[in-house]
């Protein structure tokens, strides 16, 4: 019985502190207070249903906290996206090691950065990381731990400017042999890009609907090496100027 509960409470401490939030923004050399300009889960758990508007900027089982504040991005500039276990600012506790996966950026141009739902078209993906090393099977999560959960994400320089929505997204993989099991974590920033040349416009998608829950970068077996040596970061290709 004793065994029992130790290993009922060691699967509890595992869980607790397994999730994680986009909990503050850098831009410009500041770095914003926790959900200053950033819509915050009231629950760092993750979202699993890609068909689900949540997929988007969270909400939902996890209602997020609305903030006025919009914050300005210089286009050319890279921002720094703080991820945390929980919204304390001091902590050090990113993600639990073994919610290996991708990490990704997202922009989606909007008339009021602090009023748009998220959910729909207009999408377009301006970064990724996913299999750093397949021998290994280090992934972008494990060096988002390195960082302490600093993610750099480069604006591209050639975007109208304007007002956005940045969605900073990372996929924990460690439940992903069966469908449903990959867990989805996402917050959306609310920032004004200006420097924009508007050279080129992004080709967009939707969200939901960008993603598919048997994509091959969704429904994978990370514990198996022929099954990641070719592993294919789910969404659309990165825009670049």
């Known amino acids: 019985m004793k065994f029992q509960v130790s290993c009922s409470l060691s699967v509890l401490v595992g869980v607790a502190s397994s999730h994680t939030i986009f909990t ?43 903030s006025s504040k919009i914050i300005d991005v210089q286009a050319g500039s890279t921002v720094k996206a703080r991820w945390r276990h929980t919204q304390q600012s001091g902590s050090n506790d990113i993600i639990d090691a073994g919610h290996s996966g991708p990490v990704m950026a997202y922009l989606k141009k909007v008339s009021n950065a602090a009023t748009d739902p998220g959910y729909g078209g207009g999408w377009f993906k301006i970064s990724e990381a996913g299999l750093i090393n397949a021998a290994s099977k280090q992934w972008a999560v ?23 929505l940045l969605r900073a997204e990372l996929i924990a993989l460690h439940g992903a042999g069966s469908s449903g099991g990959a867990q989805f974590y996402m917050e959306c920033a609310q920032i004004n890009i200006t420097g924009g040349t508007g050279a080129k416009s992004p080709a967009t ?14 429904l994978v077996n990370i514990y198996s090496t022929p099954a990641i040596s070719k592993y294919t970061i789910p969404g659309p290709p990165v825009f670049t100027c």
């Not at 591209?156 to 956005?164: F, L, R």
């Not at 998608?205 to 969704?218: E, Q």
């Open 24 to 66: 503050q923004l850098t831009a410009g050399g500041v770095t914003n207070g926790i959900g200053v300009g950033i819509r915050i889960p009231s629950y760092d758990g993750p979202i699993t249903n890609v068909n689900s508007n949540d997929i988007a900027c969270n909400g939902g089982p996890n209602p997020t906290t609305p």
């Open 142 to 164: 494990n060096d988002l731990i390195k960082n302490l959960g600093e993610q750099s994400i480069p604006i591209p320089s050639c975007i109208a400017s304007g007002q956005y």
């Open 205 to 218: 998608v939707s969200l939901p609907g960008a993603y598919k829950a048997n994509d091959p970068g969704i």
